[in-house]
């Protein structure tokens, strides 16, 4: 087994730095396009076989050091019954308003509700010499769904409830904490070796209301982490004011976007979390000079301390040329 994500999230020293990519898991693969071209989204997310295919894909073809699990932050939503879609992005057929809304939010219970993920981590981890990620997105990114019903510019309307009815909103927060963490148990139960909290949108808050209105909600989800021993990783984009914060609500590895030089991330951080980054997937698009270039940047912002993990600083764009991230990989490795 190839450990070197797990030493690195645990700020030990490592032979060759580990590298994988948010979102690797389809998108830019011609082998993953092809197979949607026949099913549907949630039709790949409920077959395990076919889930465990597209997770192993980025693994073949770019040599990563861990597999991201090939599901969706809104899956287990669907699960406990929530009517929603991916058009590509999340579409909800009733959006949550108010308190009355929380009555159809039950605790998830994963073997029985979703089954299929499940299996489909034990069928990676039973095939994979790289570590399996488990996943989930954090409350304050899921509500954002939940409240907006989609996509939104400006989360205008969700953090209109967060101040108009805080009630309903620790509610609606601790209930997605609940299921976050019920979701995550069971991907290590079935064998993913480290987890990954996906806040996606935390950036579009302020330090103080991140403070008040979410971080109760995201220590909840990784107090409910701590004894089973994986690391934890807590990433969302826009966040060079809330870093802090997204370790104190109790990570192991803070994920950093490319707006953040690592070097200054570390210092807001402290040596006790570890990073995870932080090339632009954008320079991803540009010729390999320009790459290899932005990436000893990233490189040298670190200066070669323990506890990194090269990523991406944020998922990879669908225009990416495959060929460009293996030599990324490859380069990183120093092969
Ligand atoms: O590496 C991977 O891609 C693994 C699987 C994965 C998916 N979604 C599958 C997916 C992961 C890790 C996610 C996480 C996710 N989903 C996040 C957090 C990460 C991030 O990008 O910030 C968020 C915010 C979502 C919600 C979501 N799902 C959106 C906004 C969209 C539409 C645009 C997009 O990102 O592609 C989706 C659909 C979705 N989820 C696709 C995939 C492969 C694209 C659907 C398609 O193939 O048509």
Redesign the pocket.
Known sequence: MNTSLLDACWGKPVERLPVWF??????CLPEYRAL?EKHG?FDIFRAPELAAEVTMQPVRRLGVDAA???????VPLAAVGIEID?Q???VLARPFRSAADLARLRPLEPEADMPYVLDTVRLLAGELDVPVIG?A?APF?LASYLVEGG?SKTLGRTKAVMHADPAFWAELLDRLAGIVVASLRAQVAAGARAVQV?D?WAGFLSPADYRRSVLPATRKIFAGLADLGVPRIHFG?GTGELLELLAEAGADVVGVDWRVPLDRARARLGDHVAVQGNLDPAVCLAPWEVVAREATGVLEANGGRPGHIFNLG??VLPETDPDILRRLVDFVHGD
Do not use: C
């Open positions: 948010m979102r690797q898991a389809g998108r949607r989204m991201i699990l090939f599901s969706d932050i809104v991916l590509p992005g999340p996943f997105g990114t996509s996906f996606s984009v944020w998922g």
